[in-house]
């Protein structure tokens, strides 16, 4: 290098040095945009429920491009919601979503404003699991209940929160953490009408409303049909009411800041899914429903037939070719034949695909899970065509997500989920997937319906034999409707037409509690989804969906229909194809005064209010790994009080070394061991069983090995 070169290059490595980061890039600031960021309740959040989001941007110059919200999934996939965003020079802006809850020991939401392929900002929130906490939430100004508090007899700790009305508006996702809702009678009744109905679809599918209020009248913003059902009094003058899978609470109260009778009347709800561990309330699509969505659709996935040709193929550029050039002693050939033998079967499978399957073929399948007051819902698409290609899925709502666990947007039969970005863009009230296929592949996404098609309605009563009344079908279509009960045994209604009605009676002998219909052996890869496989596929991921903690033994009307056609958009264009879909709602069990006689499990309600350790649902039968202890609560059906009892029995069924039972006895207030039963599967509660909500905790433990196959658990009573 001659003196020049080297003096050419001392300056420029100076000039490096002294001048500033900005003045290389151009004269923009380095940190346009500053970012705040508000995530879950005080950064809390529960695995598997969706986290609300709010993120604040503050830009010094204009900026237009793209705000990423991204949560990591168990195989460490980034799931993303992208928004488009604007933001004027001095202009600040406030975005609201719900995004998937991360599923990984050290939980995160990470935010990123980017202009094309610039970050502008990043920012980063650590989350922290609620563990034993319960997320008590309070709208802004409302008084709240005491921090610390414990509930007994599982030693809940109350953790109030805020919540911010902007998250009313993202509907009910946005309240899935929490474990109750604290509103004023008066804030109630200024909501609007889609935030009163963000909480109610919250409410019927699990979550505990506590309402206060200093005038018995001033509630008419709740249902009716909530406020005239059965109630249960309790502690400090109150009532509870059940809705839907959940729970009204009305508490009258002489000042709105005295909450400690709204206290008193507090349960531990069903948490189960606390545990990272669990394996409930996650949407399962793989084979299974792929086979029986594609099957029904009439537009067949043939991925058996495929998984054939490319055996032919194997075989002919393996060892046919390897023979064949080995008998002519030319097996230097392989070089030029194995290419060749590639070449020519991917033009025949191209050929074959798009002769085959022409082109788009868009098909889908949904369960929902309605009552009058409020729906949830999942709706699987899948998107193939002869040759693959890009394709973009909307939806009239911003919730789409992935279906493969929470791995991300896959091509069916392209193995297991890889660590990638999946992006999901939020555009004013809907969200857009975009699928990447190829052929012989369908892209998945899911999503949920526009809006509920009805509901089923079953309001049965004991007569001291059986609970008997009537099911009648309250949606705009033909439904084959059953009562699927506890242990997967079903009662057959029939085929309802729109606005039939049908008696109905389920003998009370015989019963098994337990895990319903979820996990029955899967379909094998490629095979054809029979109406019956269909049936319970979708049956079993509305358990799914609804959460084993809320669905264990809880007996619900299940109407099938092959006929269901909701909107959805690919590639801008409106579709509108006709699949499986099941409408659920759940069954009301009333007992009349004076009622006599042994009720079945179905009468009351068993949920699982938390497990410590490993715990997911399979041949129906809930499988508990590692675990350390599972409790469970027994709710007494709306007309039964816990002084009507006169004996109360526990029935076990399990695989396994077995375990230890224990329950809450309220008069002693600890945790006491049953007495013996007729059998050594029978077991008598003691008389102090139940609360004065008429609810019974059982706790049970590992004996020999931290491994059980619990597939009953039936609590009859007896009045």
């Known amino acids: 290098m001659t003196r020049k070169q080297r003096a050419g290059t001392l300056a420029f490595f100076i000039l490096v040095l002294v001048l500033p980061g900005p003045a290389l890039a151009g004269s923009a600031p380095a940190n346009p945009v500053t970012i705040g960021v508000q995530a879950g309740y005080d950064q809390r959040y529960v695995p598997g429920r969706g986290i609300p989001v709010s993120v604040v941007l503050e830009s010094t110059r204009a900026v237009a491009g793209d705000l990423e919200v991204s949560s990591l999934a168990p195989d460490g996939s ?9 933001v004027p020079s001095g202009g600040r802006k406030q975005f609201d979503l719900v995004v998937p809850g991360p599923g990984l020991p050290s939980p995160r ?10 970050t502008l ?16 939430g309070t709208l802004a100004e409302q008084p709240a209940p005491p921090a610390g508090a414990r509930i007994e007899p599982t030693g809940h700790e109350i953790r109030p929160v805020v919540v911010p009305e902007a998250w009313l508006d993202l509907g009910a996702g946005a309240l899935q953490p929490l474990s109750y809702l604290i509103v004023d009678s008066e804030a109630g009744r200024a909501l609007s009408d889609d935030q009163r109905q963000s909480v109610f679809d919250w409410v019927v599918t699990g979550g505990r409303l506590l309402v206060t209020t200093r005038d018995a009248t001033a509630v008419e ?12 009094n309790l502690p400090g003058g109150g009532q509870s009411r059940v809705a839907g899978l959940g729970r009204l609470l009305v508490v009258p109260n002489g000042a709105p800041a005295d909450l400690g009778p709204a206290v008193a009347a507090m349960t531990p709800p069903p948490t189960a899914s606390d545990n990272p561990n669990l394996q409930f309330g996650m949407p399962s699509v793989d084979f299974e429903l792929l086979s029986a969505l594609s099957s029904a659709g009439g537009n067949s996935i043939r991925l058996g037939w495929l998984v054939g040709f490319l055996i032919v193929y194997v075989v002919l550029a393996g060892p046919v070719n390897y023979f064949v050039l080995r008998k002519r002693g030319r097996k230097e050939l392989a070089w030029v034949t194995v290419p060749l033998v590639a070449l020519l079967f991917s033009g025949v499978a191209y050929g074959l695909a798009r002769g085959a399957r022409g082109g788009l073929a868009v098909q889908q399948a949904s369960v929902v899970f309605a009552t009058a007051e409020g729906s949830a819902s999942q709706r699987l698409v899948t998107v193939s065509s002869g040759a693959g290609g890009s394709f973009r899925v909307g939806f009239d709502s911003r919730d789409a997500v992935s279906p493969w666990g929470t791995a991300g947007f896959q091509d069916f039969g392209g193995g297991a989920p890889a660590r990638r970005r999946q992006v999901v863009r939020l555009t004013g009230s809907g969200s857009e997937a975009i699928l990447e296929t190829s052929p012989f592949s369908a892209g998945i996404s899911q999503g949920s319906v526009p809006s509920s098609p009805g509901y089923l309605d079953g309001d049965l009563s004991w007569d001291g034999n059986a609970l008997v009344g009537t099911v009648t079908n309250r949606t705009t279509m033909t439904l084959d409707v059953v009562v699927a009960r506890p242990g997967g045994r079903q009662v057959r209604v029939g085929e309802l037409e729109a606005g039939a009605a049908r008696e109905v009676e389920i003998e009370g002998s015989q019963e098994v509690a337990g895990p319903p219909i979820m996990g029955f052996p899967p379909m094998l890869p490629g095979s054809q989804g029979s109406e019956e496989n269909v049936r319970r596929v979708l049956t079993g991921n509305a358990y799914t969906m609804l959460g084993a903690e ?29 699949g499986p879909a099941v409408i659920v709602s759940p069954v009301r069990v009333t007992v009349p005064e004076g009622a006599a006689g042994k009720l079945p499990a179905s009468a009351g309600r068993m949920e699982i209010v938390s497990v410590d350790g490993g715990a997911f649902s399979r041949n129906q039968s809930l499988q508990l790994q590692d675990f350390r202890e599972a409790v469970f609560a027994y709710q007494l059906p709306a007309g039964v009080d816990a002084s009507q009892v006169k004996e109360t029995t526990l029935t076990k069924g399990f695989g396994g070394p077995g375990f230890r039972t224990e329950v809450f006895d309220f008069t002693q207030n600890r945790w006491v061991a049953p007495l013996p039963g007729g059998n050594s599967t029978e077991e008598k509660l003691p008389a102090g069983a139940f609360s004065e909500s008429g609810q019974a905790y059982l706790r049970i433990t590992p004996q020999l090995e931290p491994y059980l196959e619990l597939w009953a658990f039936n609590v009859a009573v007896s009045l």
């Open 221 to 232: 913003w709740l249902p009716e049909s909530w406020l005239s059902s059965a109630g249960r």
């Open 78 to 86: 980034s799931l993303v919601r992208a928004i488009p965003v604007e």
């Open 550 to 578: 809320h669905s264990f033994g809880t007996p619900l009307l299940v109407g099938y229909t092959d006929e269901y056609a909701p909107e959805l958009r690919v590639d801008g264009s409106t579709r509108s194809p006709a």
């Open 121 to 136: 900002a990043s920012a980063r929130v650590e989350l922290i699991a609620t563990g034993d906490q319960m997320l008590v």
């Open 109 to 118: 939401v990470s935010i990123a404003v980017r202009e094309g392929s610039q």
